[in-house]
């Protein structure tokens, strides 16, 4: 947990600095743990309570490691009304168990849907075919 | 040759960085900068003046022998898209390096700054009050008032908050000044710093946004020195749609869950870490600088009736020309629809456009007549809310569309307060009982009922708004409810 210390050090001294915090943690190790959420809220003088209804409020954290890499899939209206849906099951289907799909609401591409994200790369204009290709490629 | 591509995250989505690479790979000097807002076109290459679009890099060599007519469209700027706008906040799109502090400074930049200095804080509240700007979020709060209340709290220490936590599906504007223009909406907020007594500033971008929060990151940096004493510091929101809501953002920036708290007191009395705060959109901050460059009167000089001023409007969806549409207020809807996006994408006719977001209300073309305007909109049941515009065509099931919506507000929900926590779940079954054909028409008539109890009777927009999308499906496109008309028929 060296590099927990190491981030909760970096953050010190700036205002409200639990979702800084949480954001490195999770880059770190892939996850926020029952140990790292201890450590934050000891660090932080918080109860641990505290920062556990935190991490559970935010769609981005998760509280337990998996190892899978992930595709966000927008599936709002925008990407909607583009055909996202039936993007959706084709993806799930190409992903099987080795990647994980998560939906995401609006990448901010909105005229040029269906869109998706791996890591911080964007994919636009996405067809059955060309999101196949994309989860292959992981 | 020097070649102009943009590096804006959805011209990056379309390729443009393979576009980039064969080029300067062919020996070719290539200059990344904002994109122009015309999104069907991207990635666009840009070469004396003359666009292509969309290239590919397989289209390079071809662009180069003077082979890519049919990609060709002729002198950009001169574009029947990018000439009938009125670019303000959009006028540096397409034409600047986004990091660029020369290019900024070339054209324009700091201009108002250096004006706010001259003025003092009385005055540049004045001045954003006679310019009729109003909060470009979606309430349409007036700017001004905003301020002048912040600068008149008693406190040692104010807040300036950006809330550039665009979720709205639809809307990308925010997303296209961070990326294409960061120094303007940093100098919008040293001004609002100056007007109100603070010396901080926070960025609250969603976390969705990674090349805005980099851009953004950077920007902030090579700034610094030049809006000092003020300070402007980039938080990353984590996937929390309901953050957008300026009290749930300041418990966000505070470390706390995401909820929204209750009014009064305003966030202008007490918001970030209790102190008096300005939390405005990107784009209203984003409109600061030419307000004070070009004074009040000069941005007053557009719009209609109490909405002056220019909005960014976003055309998605399905449309067939996609893009950001900068335009005084008083369009209508249909020529944004129609004229201007050219229709639906996909060719077939246009059936709903959601305005303002997923709380945003369906229109159904009959309406297209509705000038876009803050009151307009709201006479007919429906709110501008971001300038989003989202285009479906007749291949649209509305029962599904209300359905999602939702849908959307029970994931979202923050929880704080029964109608929208426990509403929306509701709702959600209900319209699962319509849809299955179980009593439709009394199942509806309770949909109507829950909607009324959740537009009053939640705490913020997302429980308060999501009436909108939902009965405006029902009342437009009663036929997508079927069997509520069969029963009435029976």
């Known amino acids: 947990m060296a590099d927990l210390y190491h981030i909760l050090a970096a953050h010190d001294g700036r205002e409200g600095p639990l979702l800084p915090i949480l954001h490195d943690v999770q880059a770190a190790f892939g996850h926020v743990s029952e140990e790292a959420i201890r450590a934050i809220a000891l660090h932080l003088n918080l109860s641990r309570a505290e920062v556990s209804g935190v991490v559970s409020f935010y769609h981005d954290f998760r509280r337990t490691p998996d190892p899978r890499t992930a595709i966000k899939l927008c599936r709002a209206e925008s990407c909607q009304a583009r055909g996202s849906e039936a993007l959706a099951a084709e993806a799930e289907r190409s992903a099987g168990s080795r990647v994980r799909v998560e939906t995401v609401y609006c990448l901010g591409l909105c005229s040029v849907g269906p869109n998706a994200m791996i890591g911080e790369d964007l994919h636009a204009r996405l067809d059955g075919a060309k999101v196949a290709a994309l989860i292959g490629a992981m | ?490």
Not at chain 2, 147 to 161: D, Q, S
Not at chain 2, 307 to 318: E, I
Not at chain 2, 346 to 364: C, D, N, T
């Open chain 2, 1 to 490: 040759m020097r070649v102009r591509i943009s590096d804006d995250a959805l011209a990056v989505a379309c390729g443009a960085d393979a576009v980039a690479a064969r080029f300067a790979a062919l020996g070719h000097e290539v200059v990344r900068v904002s994109s122009w807002g015309m999104h069907w076109l991207e990635p666009l290459v840009e070469i004396d003046g003359r666009g292509y679009g969309p290239v590919a890099a397989s289209d390079v060599e071809a662009i180069l022998d003077g082979r890519g007519k049919q990609l060709a469209i002729g002198v950009v700027a001169d574009h029947p898209f990018i000439a009938a706008q009125t670019r303000l906040t959009f006028a540096r799109a397409g034409k600047t390096q986004p990091l660029s502090l020369d290019d900024y400074a070339a054209t324009g930049g700091w201009v108002g700054l250096e004006r706010a200095h001259d003025l003092g804080a009385a005055a540049i509240v004045a001045e954003v009050t006679a310019s009729g700007l109003r909060g470009r979020g979606g309430a349409g709060f007036p700017a001004g008032i905003k301020w002048n209340t912040v600068r008149l709290a008693p406190g040692e220490r104010k807040y300036i908050v950006c809330n550039a936590d665009e979720g709205d599906s639809g809307t990308f504007a925010d997303r296209m000044v961070m990326e294409g223009d960061p120094f303007m909406l940093i100098e919008g907020m040293a001004i609002a710093g100056l007007a109100v007594g603070a010396s901080k500033g926070f960025v609250y971008i969603r976390s969705e946004y990674p090349h805005a929060i980099r851009k953004m990151e950077a920007a902030v940096r090579l700034a610094a020195p030049l809006i000092a004493p003020f300070e402007v510091e980039i938080r990353v929101g984590a996937g929390a749609y309901v953050c957008g809501e300026e009290t749930s953002l300041l418990n966000s920036l505070e470390g706390k869950r995401g909820e929204v708290r209750a009014k009064p007191p305003l966030p202008a009395h007490e918001g970030l870490f209790g102190c008096p705060t300005v939390i405005n959109n990107v784009l209203t901050l984003a409109a600061v600088p030419f307000v004070l460059a070009q004074g009040a009167q000069a941005y007053a000089d557009y719009g209609m009736g109490r909405s002056r001023g220019t909005m960014p409007v976003q055309l998605a969806g399905n449309v067939k020309y996609g893009g950001l549409f900068e335009t005084a207020f008083g369009i209508t809807l249909g020529e944004l629809v129609e004229k201007i996006g050219g229709g639906t994408d996909s060719g077939r006719p246009v059936r709903a456009v959601q305005v303002g977001g997923p709380l945003g209300a369906y229109f159904p073309p009959a309406l297209f007549d509705t000038p876009f305007d803050y009151e307009a909109f709201a006479a007919v049941d429906g709110l501008i809310g971001h300038g989003g515009i989202t285009v479906f065509d007749d291949s649209v099931d509305m029962a599904k569309q209300a359905r999602f919506a939702f849908d959307f507000c029970a994931a979202e929900s923050c929880g704080k307060c029964t109608p929208c926590r426990i509403g929306a779940v509701r709702g959600r079954e209900t319209l699962d009982k319509v849809i299955a054909g179980e009593s439709a028409a009394s199942n509806l008539e309770l949909v109507a009922d829950l909607c009324e109890t959740m537009k009053f009777g939640s705490l913020c927009a997302l429980g308060g708004f999501t009436p909108y999308p939902v009965m405006s499906a029902i009342t437009h496109f009663p036929e997508d409810f079927g069997p509520r008309t069969q029963e009435a028929a029976a």
